[in-house]
Nanobody, 117 residues
Framework: QVQVVESGGGLVQAGGSLRLSCAVS????????IGWYRQTPGKQRELVAR???????NYADSVKDRFTMYRDNAKNTLYLQMNSVKPEDTAVYYC???????????WGKGTLVTVSS
């Protein structure tokens, strides 16, 4: 059984900061959190940041230079440091975990970030 649990969402004022966390656990071999996505009502889920096959991180243009993603491998936890947030960053943020040996993806239930103007 795999668990992908996001936390850290909440209400923040524009220009403020927030840090999201994604903890991954489970019995599947070599499953790791690899990316953050976000979704607003009526829109498709969009990429925020993701570790690519080369090991570096790709960011959406809209969050470059404001958001930083990093992973603590010992804890199998992925973080998203959000700085200088804007109202348009308001969304439910989802963590994506990948089990490379099986080619399987897992998702958490999401954490809501609301940025007030």
């Amino acid at each position: 059984q795999v668990q992908v649990v996001e936390s850290g969402g909440g209400l923040v004022q524009a220009g403020g900061s927030l840090r999201l966390s994604c903890a991954v656990s489970g019995s599947i071999f070599s499953i790791n959190p690899i990316g953050w996505y976000r979704q607003t009502p009526g829109k498709q889920r969009e990429l925020v940041a993701r570790i690519n096959s080369g090991g570096s991180t790709n960011y959406a243009d809209s969050v470059k230079d404001r958001f930083t993603m990093y992973r603590d491998n010992a804890k199998n936890t992925l973080y998203l440091q959000m700085n200088s947030v804007k109202p348009e960053d308001t969304a439910v943020y989802y963590c994506n975990a990948h089990a490379q040996a099986y080619g399987l993806d897992y998702w958490g239930k999401g954490t809501l970030v609301t940025v007030s103007s």
